[in-house]
């Protein structure tokens, strides 16, 4: 594609428009004027002419899959290939999705003469994870007497995945991972006499009844001992709840709010500019997934196996318990394109397929939203008969009006103090609600945005330290 230039209408206005006015003008000079204006077009013809075939030997390479996070600068790396006779400056553009935040869409790229390749970095911060094509690219080059820009369009072949941003929930966890068994640090104390059977030995005085071996007892003719060892490996199982509730928009995280620039007032709100413009957005599910594969690390450093279900209405995702890197690379490609479903979640549903799945004792850690009544119902009955083969942890985000009534929160108008009292009725129910959960044999936590990853760490920590699973 053939664009005029500047310099061509300039020239052309320099010298069709007085000759032209001339041989109007002045009849005798008619037949120089055409002469004229026919040379400078045949000139600009010829020049277009030489340049219509100059940029099909460049292409764009950039690589087939790249992976970023979220709301952190990345760089694409881009490589210009080219062959003699092309124009040493080029303008490159990529057509980039909205979501990907690019520095610039377009730049303007000297090629050296000595090579025949150059390597370009292009800068972007993702504001959304999900799976992004980059499918089109644009060129630009002069042609060889600067009167037309040649412009080309290329096809280019780029897969990038968003993955969640955990940097910023990983804040203030440092402290539970420094006490595991390494050189410099204290080895973390496991109480409990331990579940899993080690082996037998000689019954010595003080032992429990319960300790006692009967069977190889009566076949060897004096008291057998059982010896029990604290149990290392076990499978942990996160189950992330991505219904309606799950969309519900929360505050970023203040390192998050840091990096998009947010002030305080915004974060109040849970929006910022760019949620206005589609580019970034805060919810439930974010928090969700952060949690999720940060206790995945946390579980593989202490040894267990580590799961993963996603689940609305129907099961979406369901990864056995493994460890190892490319198990939770499984976990992470699994869960990074997770959005909220416009359903209400099938406790029914989840539970049947937990006890038809899952054979062996696990933890199964629901990150879901129990604030309506009717959900909350089906959570306890269903959890109730999960509850007597696995150990339950139910963990949600607390709502942001949810606190005792005489709390902190200063009251400045009447509408204030409505609100409050809405909040501590929904409070209130939360509290009863942890309470028959607790009585049915599952362990509640109501949990706040900024430290939700920590906590539901500690929380993991807590039931491993005590042997409860």
């Known amino acids: 594609m053939l664009v005029p230039q500047t310099r061509l209408l300039f020239w052309f206005a320099a010298i069709a428009v007085p000759f032209s006015t001339l041989g109007a003008v002045y009849p005798p000079a008619l037949l120089l004027s055409l002469c004229v204006i026919l040379t400078a077009l045949a000139v600009a013809l010829l020049d277009a002419g030489r340049s219509s075939r100059m940029l099909e030997c460049v292409r764009l390479e950039l690589p087939k899959l790249i992976r970023l996070t979220r709301d952190r600068p990345a760089i694409l790396p881009v490589t210009v290939r080219y062959g003699p006779g092309q124009p040493r400056c080029l303008r490159i553009g990529l057509v980039f999705p909205p979501e990907l935040n690019p520095a610039v869409d377009e730049r303007l790229v000297l090629l050296p003469e000595e090579a025949d390749a150059a390597q370009l970095d292009w800068e972007c911060q993702p504001t959304a994870r999900g799976r992004f094509i980059l499918s089109q690219a644009g060129l630009e080059g002069s042609s060889p007497w600067g009167l037309w820009a040649v412009r080309r369009s290329l096809s280019v072949a780029c897969e990038i995945r968003v993955y969640p941003n955990l940097l910023a929930a990983r804040r203030g966890l440092a402290a539970l991972f420094l006490k595991r068994g390494a050189f410099g640090v204290h080895a973390q104390r496991q109480l409990g006499k331990g579940r899993e059977f080690e082996k037998l030995r000689e019954y010595v005085p003080g032992d429990s009844y319960d300790e006692i071996h009967w069977k190889a007892t009566a076949r060897r003719g004096h008291p057998i001992t059982k010896v029990f060892q604290i149990e290392r490996t076990q499978e942990v199982y996160v189950i992330i709840d991505a219904s309606r509730l799950s969309g519900r928009g929360c505050a970023p995280l203040e390192a998050e709010a840091a990096v998009r620039g947010e002030t305080s007032s915004t974060r109040s709100t849970g929006r910022s500019d760019g949620d206005v413009n589609g580019l970034s957005h805060d919810t439930v599910l974010e928090r ?173 920590m807590a039931i491993k330290q005590r042997q409860l699973l």
């Open 288 to 460: 969700f997934l952060s949690a999720g594969l940060i206790l995945g690390q946390a579980a593989e450093q202490q040894g267990d196996l580590f799961g993963l279900l996603t689940f609305s209405d129907q099961v979406q995702t369901f990864l056995r318990a493994r460890t190892g890197k490319e198990h939770y690379h499984a976990c992470r490609d699994a869960i990074y394109m997770l959005e909220p479903q416009a359903h209400a979640p099938d406790f029914d549903e989840i539970a049947a397929f937990i006890r038809t799945r899952l054979r062996r004792r696990a933890l199964l850690v629901f990150l879901t939203s129990l604030e309506d009544p009717v959900l909350a119902e089906a959570f306890v009955r269903n959890m109730t008969l999960l509850a007597g083969q696995h150990l339950v942890l139910a963990c949600m985000l607390r709502p942001e009006n949810a606190a005792p009534l005489f709390g902190e929160a200063p009251v400045r108008d009447l509408d204030d103090v409505y609100r409050h009292l809405g909040g501590h009725l929904q409070w209130r129910n939360l509290r009863e609600l942890g309470k028959v959960l607790q009585r049915r044999g599952v362990r509640f936590a109501l949990l706040e945005n900024e430290k939700l990853a920590m906590e539901v760490v500690a929380q993991y």
